[in-house]
């Protein structure tokens, strides 16, 4: 499949959209942004986020001459969640974007189509965590072996992923529960 054999839409909208007076007069919610689109965002963001954890992990590491994994284990889990909010959370709320969400042209938004608020960012994070936390709670509450947890976080995964094809607008579950939407942005016509 040739990717130039598409019509180049998105430069058509933005010329056509730059002509218009205000965007306030046209109140038309955008298209929503594939599932695939932004499970392929959130897997470069994994890969992203890794290296954010292995940072955080050995300053934290260093700082405490921890010697091995379990001491400190519990103090260390909860600096990797701060780092990690920190690190979505004030990119979210700066402009909208990790680099991730810039590579494939998508943004974080409030209800007024701006970057969302620090609050409202903080809140998409901690909702974020629905995609992992509850399978994760039954592993000590029913004593599961880690196969079975991994296989339940799995099972968990694609439900909830699958859930964003049934709601409003296609969002994913933590999106509609703080306020905020994934939006397409308009490739850059690049004439000089």
Not at 98 to 106: G, I, M, V
Not at 170 to 176: G, K, P, V
Request: glycine share 6%; charged share 15%.
């Amino acid at each position: 499949m040739l990717w130039t054999s598409r019509p180049r839409t998105d430069a058509i909208v933005s010329e056509s959209a730059q002509a218009l007076p205000s965007a306030a007069c046209f109140p038309v919610e955008p298209a929503p942004v594939s599932i695939r689109r932004r499970l392929a965002a959130f897997v470069y963001e994994s890969v992203l986020l890794f290296g954010v954890v292995f940072a955080a992990g050995l300053a934290f590491s260093l700082v405490l001459q921890q010697r091995n994994g379990y001491t400190h284990h519990n103090a260390m889990a909860a600096w990797i969640i701060f780092v990690a909010g920190a690190y979505f959370v004030g990119f979210w709320h700066k402009g909208g974007q990790t680099l991730p969400l810039k590579t494939w042209r998508l943004r974080v938004v409030g209800p007024d189509g701006e970057p969302p608020t620090l609050a409202r960012a903080t809140l998409r994070y901690l909702a974020a965590w629905l995609w992992f936390l509850p399978p994760l709670v039954l592993h000590p509450l029913l004593d599961l072996s880690i196969p079975h947890t991994l296989a339940l976080v799995a099972f968990w995964f694609v439900i909830w992923a699958a859930s964003a094809r049934f709601a409003h607008g296609r969002q994913f579950l933590h999106d509609r529960i703080a306020g905020t939407r994934i939006v397409a942005i308009a490739r850059q016509s690049t004439t000089a």
